[in-house]
C-alpha cells in the first residue's frame, strides 16, 4: 500500500482513538449519495435561504470538505471512478450511455467486493452504479438491495419493508414549461425533466421517504442483533433528489418564495472570453432543454430545487436519529456526498457537463466517531477518487493494488498543519481535461468538445479573486507563466500533485 506521511504513521503508534489502528473492531460505515447537488447548498456551507438543519448537525460532528471535487462530469462517470478508486481515463467511462460490464479493466474490485471481502454485510438502498444493468456482476455483490433493481440470478433476502403503490398527480400540479404531457417520447422526457414544483405526492409516497424508512428499519435491525459473529455493516443509501425533475411533496415546493431567491451569478452579458457560449444560449441537457431560462423561471427553478434538498434533508434526519437512538452512532462512519455539482443559472447554464466550478465542485461531509478534527472544516482539495482509499484506511479493507487516490484519514487526524496534495483532476467526458488548485481553474478542450466556443482550446480562471468564473484569463499575457505551470501540472497527471511521502 501507498505510504502514508509521518503524521499519520505516528497517529496510528500512539493514538488513543475508536479505531486505532490495533483494534480489532471494525467500524460501521453508513455512506449516503445524493444526485447533481450544488456544492453550497447546504446551510452548513453557506447557503442563507436553504434549510438543511440535519444535514448542518451532521457537519457540526464531523469535517466539512469546502474544497471536495469528483473526477467525472455525470452520474455513471463519477460513481465508477470513486466506487472503484479510479479516474476516468482508467474505468473507461467517460459518460452515461457506457455500461460498466463492457468497458471497466478486468479484475477491478470497487467498495462492494473490498468491504465483503473484509467481512461486512453489505446493503445498497437505491442507486449505487448508474444502473443495475450497466454494472450486474458488481452489484450482485451486496448481500442486500433494496429500491433498486436485482441483478438476474441475485438470491437475497426479501424487502425489509413493502409499501402501497403510489401513482404521482404531478402532471396537474407542478410548473412545466409545455402545458399537457406530450405523446412523442423523447418530447415526453424533455417535458418531465423540464417540470418543478409539487410532486403530487405525500412526502410517506414518496421513493426518498421509503429509502430512508427502510435504512432506518436496516439500522435497528442491526442494532438488535446479538450474535456472536455479527458482522459489521457497510450501508450504501441513495437518494435521487435533488436531481431533476424538481418536484417534490406540497410543504417543500412551496418552502420558498422565488421572489426572495437571488439571481445567479455570473450573468451571460458580464462573461468575457467564455467557453460555454453554445451552452448558454441553447437548451439544457435536464433542464430548460428548449431554451435558456428567463430569470422568473430561474428563481421559480432554484425554489423548487431548495425545496427538494430540503426534502432529502428532513428524510435524512429519520436516518441520523436512527443512529443515535440505537447508539450506532458510537460506532458508525457516515460519509455524505453529492455524487457530482450542478450549475443552477450560473453562467446561463443549468445541470453539469462542463469544467466549470459547478460541475466538479461538490459537497463532502464525514464523521468518524472519535476523530480530533471533528466540528471543523477544511480547505484542503480532496478528491472523490480519495474515498476508497479512506475506507481501505480505516476499515481494515485490503489494498486491491491499483488505487489512483490517496486517503484524506490524515485530514481527520490531524493536530498541526501538514501538506496537502496540490490539485485535483477532472474531466468533462472525454472531451476535456481541466486541473483545479487552491487558487486557479485551468482547462484544456479536445478537438471534438461539445459546447465549446470556436477556436478556444483552454480556459484559465483566478478563482481565488474571480470565484464565479466570470473573466477567462487564457489570452491574459500577464498570466503566461501561470498558464505554463498550470499546463504543465495538468499533462504530468494527479501523480505529480501528491504530498511529500505518498506514492511508490
Known amino acids: 500500500m501507498r505510504k502514508t506521511i509521518l503524521l499519520l504513521a505516528l497517529w496510528f503508534v500512539f493514538s488513543g482513538g475508536v479505531f486505532a489502528a490495533e483494534t480489532e473492531k471494525k467500524p460501521n460505515v453508513l455512506f449516503i449519495i445524493l444526485e447533481d447537488t450544488h456544492w453550497n447548498v447546504f446551510g452548513s456551507y453557506g447557503n442563507p435561504i436553504c434549510q438543511t438543519p440535519n444535514i448542518d ?27 472503484n478508486g479510479l479516474r476516468p481515463a482508467t474505468t473507461r467511462v467517460w459518460h452515461n450511455g457506457q455500461r460498466i460490464r463492457d468497458v471497466l479493466p478486468e479484475g477491478i474490485r470497487g467498495m462492494p467486493e473490498l468491504f465483503k471481502e473484509a467481512g461486512y454485510t453489505t446493503i445498497d438502498i437505491g442507486k449505487f452504479y448508474h444502473t443495475t444493468d450497466f454494472a450486474p456482476k458488481q452489484t450482485a455483490v451486496f448481500d442486500v438491495i433494496e429500491h433498486q433493481s436485482r441483478p438476474e440470478g441475485w438470491q437475497g433476502p426479501p424487502p425489509l419493508l413493502t409499501f402501497p403503490p403510489a401513482q404521482p398527480d404531478w402532471n396537474k400540479k407542478a410548473k412545466s414549461r409545455k402545458k399537457g404531457e406530450p405523446q412523442n417520447a423523447q418530447a415526453r422526457s424533455h417535458w418531465y425533466s423540464d417540470s418543478y414544483g409539487d410532486s403530487g405526492l405525500e412526502p410517506e409516497q414518496e421513493g426518498d421517504r421509503r429509502a430512508a424508512r427502510v435504512a432506518v428499519a436496516h439500522l435497528e435491525k442491526f442494532a438488535v442483533e446479538k450474535t456472536p459473529d455479527k458482522k459489521p455493516f457497510f450501508l450504501a443509501l441513495s437518494q435521487g433528489k435533488p436531481h431533476t425533475p ?18 445567479p451569478p455570473a450573468p451571460f452579458e458580464t462573461l468575457k472570453d467564455f467557453p460555454y457560449v453554445v451552452r448558454a444560449t441553447v437548451g439544457g441537457p435536464d433542464i430548460f432543454t428548449q431554451s435558456p431560462s428567463t430569470p422568473q423561471e430561474a428563481r421559480e427553478a432554484i425554489a423548487a430545487y431548495y425545496g427538494c434538498v430540503t426534502f432529502v434533508d428532513e428524510n435524512l434526519g429519520l436516518v441520523f436519529d436512527a443512529l443515535e437512538k440505537t447508539g450506532l452512532d458510537k460506532e458508525t462512519i457516515v460519509v455524505l456526498i453529492g455524487d457530482h455539482g450542478v450549475h443552477l443559472g450560473d453562467h446561463n447554464i443549468w445541470s453539469k457537463y462542463t469544467l466549470l466550478e459547478g460541475t466538479h465542485h461538490a459537497p463532502l461531509i464525514v464523521r468518524v466517531p472519535g476523530a480530533k478534527e471533528n466540528g471543523k472544516r477544511t480547505k484542503e482539495l480532496v478528491e472523490f477518487v480519495d474515498l476508497l482509499p479512506t475506507f481501505v ?104 500533485a501528491l504530498p511529500p511521502g505518498y506514492g511508490e
Open 57 to 83: 448537525k451532521l457537519a457540526q460532528s464531523g469535517v466539512l470538505f469546502e474544497r471536495a471535487y469528483c473526477q467525472g462530469s455525470a452520474c455513471n462517470a463519477t460513481r465508477a471512478s470513486f466506487i
Open 246 to 263: 424538481y418536484i417534490s411533496p406540497t410543504k417543500f415546493a412551496t418552502l420558498y418564495d422565488p421572489e426572495t431567491i437571488p439571481a
Open 393 to 496: 484506511d480505516y476499515c481494515g479493507l485490503k489494498d486491491p493494488g491499483h488505487l489512483e487516490g490517496i486517503s484524506f484519514r490524515p485530514l481527520l487526524e490531524k493536530d498541526v498543519a501538514i501538506p496537502w496534495k496540490k490539485a485535483a483532476f477532472l474531466t468533462d467526458h472525454d472531451f476535456g481535461h481541466a486541473v483545479r488548485t487552491p487558487k486557479y481553474r485551468y482547462a484544456e478542450f479536445g478537438e471534438n468538445a461539445r459546447w465549446v466556443a470556436d477556436g478556444l482550446k483552454a480556459a484559465l480562471y483566478d478563482v481565488e479573486k474571480d470565484p464565479e468564473e466570470v473573466v477567462n484569463l487564457i489570452n491574459d499575457p500577464a498570466y503566461d507563466t501561470v498558464k505554463k505551470e498550470l499546463a504543465d501540472l495538468l499533462h504530468k497527471g494527479w501523480k505529480d
